[in-house]
C-alpha cells in the first residue's frame, strides 16, 4: 500500500462523548513475510529500565481516571489511566488546547494497545481512537488542526512479533497508511509515525533489515518524504540508527540516534539546520521525545544498569539545561514524552505495583 492511501471510513464521531462500542470492521490486506524473530515494543519508545518496571507482576487495581497529586515547587502532576485497563496506560502528545493523545493495553497476548484522546477539563473523557479493523493501535502525537498520527498492527499473537505501519487520521474520521517508501525494511516491518505540526509535517521512522532506525519527515499535503540525519551521515546506504520523535511549527525536530561510542542520546535538528546533541550528564542513555514553539524539549534519561537502573523524565531549554521531572508516584521510573506551548507536560511513570500509569504535569501559575 502506497503512503497516503486511505485505509477505510469510519462514521463520524461526536467529540463530545466516546464513540459507540460497534464500528464497521475493515481488514486492511497485508503481504505476509518470512519472519524474524522481533518483539513488538511495550510502549512507544519505553527505555530498559522502564521496560523492566512494566513487565513486573502487578496486583489488580481498581479503575482510576484522575488522581492529582503533586511533588516539588514546579508541577502539579495528575494521573490519568483509562478504565477499560487500568494497569497500562501511556499518554505520548498534547496540543495546545489540552487534548491528549495516548493509548492503553500492553500489547502482551489478548492485551492490545487500543488508541484514544483524552479530552480536557479534568473529568476523564476518552474518546477511543483505533484504526478501523487493525489489532492493535497507538496514537503517538496530535496538532491543532484535527490530526493525528501514530502505527497499528494486523496482529496480536502470542509471541509479540507484530508488524507496525504508520498512519495519520483527520479528526478521526478517515485514516492514511503512510510507510517510508523503501525495500530494505525490517521483517516484520517496522513504519511509526510519532509527531506532527500544524502545517501537516509529520515524523517518525522506519527499521531497516539490519535492525536500524532511519526517521524522516512526511508532509501530509504534498506525499512527499525527506530523510532526518546527523550531519555527515550518507543519504543512502549506512549512517548511526536515528529516530525522529516530535517536530514543532517551525520545523524543528527532536529525537534520538546512536553516537559513535554506541550510546543513545538525544538531538535538537533546528529548521535552520543546526543540530545540537542532548545527553543528561552521566546518563546511560538520553532519549528526545517532544518539542514546542518556544524550543522546550522533553524525553527521558537513564542512568545505571541492571536492578539499579532508574529512568527519569527531564526538560531542556537551550541556555538553561536539563531539569529533572519526576512523578511523585513514581520516581525513578518516569518518561515525558510530549509538551505543548504552555509548557503542560504528557507522559507515563511505572508505580510500586508495576502498572504503567497515564501522567499530566502542568506547570504551577
Given at each position: 500500500?502506497?503512503?497516503?492511501?486511505?485505509?477505510?471510513?469510519?462514521?463520524?464521531?461526536?467529540?463530545?462523548?466516546?464513540?459507540?462500542?460497534?464500528?464497521?470492521?475493515?481488514?486492511?490486506?497485508?503481504?505476509?513475510?518470512?519472519?524474524?524473530?522481533?518483539?513488538?515494543?511495550?510502549?512507544?519508545?519505553?527505555?530498559?529500565c522502564l521496560a523492566l518496571?512494566?513487565?513486573?507482576?502487578?496486583?489488580?487495581?481498581?479503575?482510576?481516571?484522575?488522581?492529582?497529586?503533586?511533588?516539588?515547587?514546579?508541577?502539579?502532576?495528575?494521573?490519568?489511566?483509562?478504565?477499560?485497563?487500568?494497569?497500562?496506560?501511556?499518554?505520548?502528545?498534547?496540543?495546545?488546547?489540552?487534548?491528549?493523545?495516548?493509548?492503553?493495553?500492553?500489547?502482551?497476548?489478548?492485551?492490545?494497545?487500543?488508541?484514544?484522546?483524552?479530552?480536557?477539563?479534568?473529568?476523564?473523557?476518552?474518546?477511543?481512537?483505533?484504526?478501523?479493523?487493525?489489532?492493535?493501535?497507538?496514537?503517538?502525537?496530535?496538532?491543532?488542526?484535527?490530526?493525528?498520527?501514530?502505527?497499528?498492527?494486523?496482529?496480536?499473537?502470542?509471541?509479540?512479533?507484530?508488524?507496525?505501519?504508520?498512519?495519520?487520521?483527520?479528526r478521526g474520521t478517515s485514516?492514511?497508511?503512510?510507510?517510508?517508501?523503501?525495500?530494505?525494511?525490517?521483517?516484520?516491518?517496522?513504519?511509526?509515525?510519532?509527531?506532527?505540526?500544524?502545517?501537516?509535517v509529520a515524523v517518525g521512522?522506519?527499521?531497516?533489515?539490519?535492525?536500524?532506525?532511519?526517521?524522516?519527515?512526511?508532509?501530509?499535503?504534498?506525499?512527499?518524504?525527506?530523510?532526518?540525519?546527523?550531519?555527515?551521515?550518507?543519504?543512502?546506504?549506512?549512517?548511526?540508527?536515528?529516530?525522529?520523535?516530535?517536530?514543532?511549527?517551525?520545523?524543528?525536530?527532536?529525537?534520538?540516534?546512536?553516537?559513535?561510542?554506541?550510546?543513545?542520546?538525544?538531538?535538537?535538528?533546528?529548521?535552520?539546520?543546526?543540530?545540537?546533541?542532548?545527553?543528561?550528564?552521566?546518563?546511560?542513555?538520553?532519549?528526545?521525545?517532544?518539542?514546542?514553539?518556544?524550543?522546550?524539549?522533553?524525553?527521558?534519561?537513564?542512568?545505571?544498569?541492571?536492578?539499579?537502573?532508574?529512568?527519569?523524565?527531564?526538560?531542556?531549554?537551550?541556555?538553561?539545561?536539563?531539569?529533572?521531572?519526576?512523578?511523585?508516584?513514581?520516581?525513578?521510573?518516569?518518561?515525558?514524552?510530549?509538551?505543548?506551548?504552555?509548557?503542560?507536560?504528557?507522559?507515563?511513570?511505572?508505580?510500586?505495583?508495576?502498572?504503567?500509569?497515564?501522567?499530566?504535569?502542568?506547570?504551577?501559575?
Amino acid at each position: 500500500m502506497s503512503a497516503g492511501t486511505r485505509i477505510s471510513y469510519q462514521p463520524t464521531v461526536d467529540w463530545r462523548k466516546p464513540p459507540a462500542a460497534s464500528q464497521p470492521t475493515v481488514v486492511r490486506p497485508v503481504p505476509r513475510r518470512p519472519r524474524r524473530r522481533r518483539a513488538w515494543g511495550l510502549g512507544l519508545l519505553t527505555g530498559v529500565c522502564l521496560a523492566l518496571a512494566a513487565a513486573a507482576a502487578a496486583a489488580p487495581v481498581a479503575a482510576r481516571h484522575v488522581a492529582r497529586h503533586s511533588a516539588g515547587p514546579r508541577y502539579t502532576f495528575r494521573t490519568y489511566d483509562n478504565s477499560s485497563d487500568p494497569a497500562f496506560n501511556q499518554l505520548l502528545g498534547i496540543n495546545k488546547g489540552g487534548v491528549i493523545a495516548g493509548y492503553f493495553g500492553s500489547g502482551a497476548f489478548g492485551h492490545p494497545n487500543q488508541g484514544y484522546q483524552l479530552l480536557p477539563g479534568g473529568r476523564g473523557d476518552y474518546v477511543n481512537q483505533d484504526v478501523p479493523g487493525a489489532a492493535q493501535t497507538q496514537v503517538t502525537g496530535l496538532n491543532d488542526t484535527g490530526i493525528t498520527v501514530g502505527f497499528f498492527s494486523d496482529e496480536n499473537n502470542a509471541y509479540m512479533l507484530n508488524d507496525n505501519f504508520g498512519f495519520y487520521a483527520v479528526r478521526g474520521t478517515s485514516f492514511y497508511a503512510v510507510d517510508f517508501p523503501t525495500r530494505d525494511n525490517a521483517s516484520p516491518p517496522v513504519d511509526r509515525l510519532l509527531g506532527v505540526n500544524d502545517h501537516g509535517v509529520a515524523v517518525g521512522f522506519y527499521t531497516n533489515n539490519q535492525g536500524s532506525n532511519r526517521g524522516y519527515e512526511y508532509n501530509i499535503h504534498t506525499h512527499a518524504f525527506s530523510r532526518v540525519l546527523v550531519p555527515g551521515a550518507p543519504r543512502m546506504g549506512r549512517g548511526p540508527s536515528l529516530t525522529a520523535a516530535a517536530i514543532n511549527n517551525h520545523g524543528d525536530v527532536a529525537g534520538f540516534y546512536t553516537a559513535v561510542d554506541g550510546a543513545t542520546v538525544g538531538f535538537v535538528k533546528t529548521a535552520g539546520g543546526r543540530f545540537i546533541t542532548l545527553a543528561y550528564p552521566g546518563a546511560s542513555m538520553t532519549q528526545a521525545l517532544g518539542i514546542n514553539d518556544s524550543g522546550e524539549v522533553v524525553g527521558t534519561y537513564e542512568v545505571a544498569t541492571g536492578a539499579s537502573c532508574k529512568t527519569h523524565g527531564f526538560t531542556w531549554r537551550a541556555g538553561h539545561g536539563f531539569s529533572v521531572v519526576d512523578d511523585p508516584h513514581g520516581v525513578g521510573a518516569t518518561s515525558v514524552n510530549g509538551v505543548n506551548d504552555a509548557g503542560d507536560l504528557v507522559g507515563f511513570y511505572a508505580d510500586a505495583s508495576g502498572s504503567t500509569n497515564g501522567m499530566l504535569a502542568e506547570p504551577r501559575r
